[in-house]
């Protein structure tokens, strides 16, 4: 008889009170399960670490269900089929699904968030980002989201980021005029000489107000929101009439002690006289359309037209760790967790 392959799967302990601390976490070993029909395990490779985690750790309600403690924590993942009880998926295959922080993942076959991949076309890390639901967001975000047009400006935080970075490139490649915000000179150079933004400011700077000013001559039509505080407050300055602002997220409220008692973009625009036209969009809203922007992001990777920079780090059981750098800024690019080798 075969003996049972060992999972390590990490699980909420306690709920963060502002920043995640490892103490927030435990690591679990289980058995694998005997797989059932229509049921495949899948090694994980592969796994993504995003900020939308961090909202699921709190308690309070958002657009998706709070982890419960004891739960592993949710994370998409790129990884192998390697045995299979589905006529859908053989042994060998590559897929993207919901593993959550752990090492192997049994998915039923009718789950619409197991889904093959094929790493011939593209690397398989890139399947969790660019390739993946961090390019499909900036995809739509900004296609479909904010109504471009040719010659307009577009403001990106979050600039050399999973997202940002994916923005600002879809943007130049449809005529726009490109100004990235980012932490660090390091990351707007990056923006700059290598995505080929028209700018990039830092938003540590001294001089953040005036630096950003001196790149807004003809203001502001479209502002991508990924981080709130003190960036949108500073922005606000810009807006032109009939401007955009798509809402993506606002990590710099995350951490927060109590999420509802923050000043989010919502309440920043709100307060103004004339404010743009925002709404906050999910990815999934276009989930109809993935196909669409699959095409358009693996077509700009295989033909080197898109650029991307990955940081992936070794060991799920530091994934904690890992994941603490999306809040300090001390990722540079899509931030992956290597699980295992194939
Ligand atoms: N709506 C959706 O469907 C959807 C999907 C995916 C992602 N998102 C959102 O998109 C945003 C970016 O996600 P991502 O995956 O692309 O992450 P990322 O940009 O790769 O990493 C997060 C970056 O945010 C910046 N940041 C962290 N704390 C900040 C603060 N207090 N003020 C300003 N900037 C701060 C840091 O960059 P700097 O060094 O430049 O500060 C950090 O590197 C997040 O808000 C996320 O929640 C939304």
């Not at 029909?37 to 900020?51: F, G, R, T, W």
Request: net charge neutral; charged share 25%; with cysteine.
């Amino acid at each position: 008889m075969m003996t049972k392959l060992k999972n390590l799967s990490i699980t909420l302990k306690t709920r963060p009170n502002g920043m995640i601390d490892s103490e927030n976490f435990s690591k679990k070993i289980s058995e694998v399960e005997t797989l059932k029909e229509n049921q495949v395990l899948i090694k994980v490779l592969y796994l993504s670490l995003d900020p939308y985690m961090r909202g699921r750790m709190s308690e309070a309600k958002s657009y998706a269900d709070p982890l419960q403690i004891g739960e592993i924590i949710t994370a998409e993942s790129a990884g192998i089929v390697i045995e299979s009880k589905s006529t859908k998926y053989s042994v060998g295959e590559y897929v993207c699904c919901r593993s959550g922080w752990q090492e192997y993942f049994i998915s039923n076959d009718k789950d619409p968030m197991t889904y093959k991949i094929d790493p011939k076309l593209v690397p398989l890390s890139t399947y969790l980002g660019v390739c993946g639901m961090t390019g499909r967001t900036a995809y739509f975000g900004l296609m479909k989201e904010a109504s471009p047009s040719k010659g307009e400006t577009l403001v990106v935080s979050a600039a050399s980021g999973a997202v940002g970075s994916i923005v600002g490139q879809i943007g130049k490649k449809i005529g726009l005029n490109v100004i990235g915000i980012a932490g660090s000179d390091e990351k707007c150079n990056y923006v700059v000489d290598e995505l080929n933004f028209d700018g990039c400011v830092n938003y540590k700077s001294a001089f953040f107000r005036d630096e950003l000013a001196s790149k807004l001559d003809s203001g502001v039509d479209i502002y991508f929101e990924s981080v709130g505080g003190l960036v949108t407050e500073t922005v606000t300055e810009f807006f032109n009439s009939g401007s955009r602002s798509p809402i993506c997220g606002y990590i710099s409220n995350y951490n927060a002690k109590d999420i509802t008692k923050v000043k989010t973009p919502f309440h920043i625009f709100g307060a103004m006289k004339n404010p743009p036209k925002h709404k906050f969009f999910l990815v999934f809203d276009h989930y109809a359309n993935f196909n669409e922007a699959n095409e358009f992001l693996i077509g700009g990777v295989r033909s080197g037209e898109l650029k991307y920079k990955e940081m992936i780090l070794e060991g799920l059981e530091k994934a904690p760790e890992y994941f603490k750098r999306l809040f300090t800024g001390s990722n540079f690019g899509k931030l992956i967790v290597k699980v295992a080798d194939q």
